[in-house]
């Protein structure tokens, strides 16, 4: 199975700053990766797929890059909705997995 | 606009069955993957299985974790994805989500809650 790690395992900011979290997958996973937000019990949202384009509906404060199997998601000016824990997922090869995700918490 | 709804969750003892049901609308069902995916309490997302569209023919993929043991079929005429649990373990208690398998998972519905316990 492919493994992905996600780092950190949490992060504290403050209102309006930029913040960036990463995954890194254990072998080539091309673009087939994307990035979900999670509030407390509610279900996850779709942010990015394909590393780096948005969903839908998505503000462009959110982003995220490739560079060979490290993948970067990139939140700017950090609003309180933000706050929030945030997966990476693969979906190249099944079993699709996710990393541990990241918990974003106010400073 | 695109929605999905899950039920059938509920209290279930060790070895037990359950089925559970998605409910789509919005779009259209054939056209796309639909997929389950889990969440143990306080724990991280963990997908579980796959029902592909009708141009594969609607096969299914799953997770080593529930292989032999769950189900996913699909119902064309009714919209619906099914995910049929059985030999179920307390491992397997978790918030159950169908998500639509386009770009990864772009449609999620709420969630139905498992939980195995005698």
């Known amino acids: 199975d492919i493994q992905m790690t996600q780092s950190p395992s949490s992060l504290s900011a403050s209102v309006g700053d930029k913040v960036t979290i990463t995954c890194r997958a254990s072998q080539d996973i091309r673009n087939s990766l994307a990035w979900f937000q999670q509030k407390p019990g509610r279900a996850p949202k779709s942010l990015i797929y394909?590393?780096?384009s948005l969903q839908n509906g998505v503000p462009s404060k959110f982003s995220g890059s490739r560079s060979g199997t490290d993948f970067t998601l990139t939140i700017n000016c950090l609003q309180p909705e933000d706050f929030a824990t945030y997966y990476c997922q693969q979906y190249d090869t099944y079993p699709f997995t996710f990393g541990q995700g990241t918990k974003l918490e106010i400073k | 606009e695109v929605q999905l709804v899950e039920s059938g969750g509920g209290l279930v003892q060790p070895g037990g069955s359950l089925r559970l049901t998605c409910a789509t609308s919005g779009f259209i069902f054939s056209d796309h993957y639909m997929d389950w995916v889990r969440q143990a309490p306080g724990k991280g997302l963990e997908w579980v299985g796959r029902g592909k569209s009708k141009v594969e023919r609607y096969t299914t993929e799953y997770a080593a974790s529930v292989k032999g043991r769950f189900i996913v079929s699909r119902d064309e005429s009714k919209n619906s994805l099914y995910l049929q649990m059985n030999s179920l373990k307390s491992e397997d208690t978790a918030v159950y989500y169908c998500?639509?398998?386009?770009?990864?998972?772009?449609?999620w519905g709420l969630g139905t809650m498992v939980t195995v316990s005698s």
């Open positions: 394909g590393a780096s």
């Open positions: 998500a639509r398998g386009l770009n990864s998972f772009d449609f």
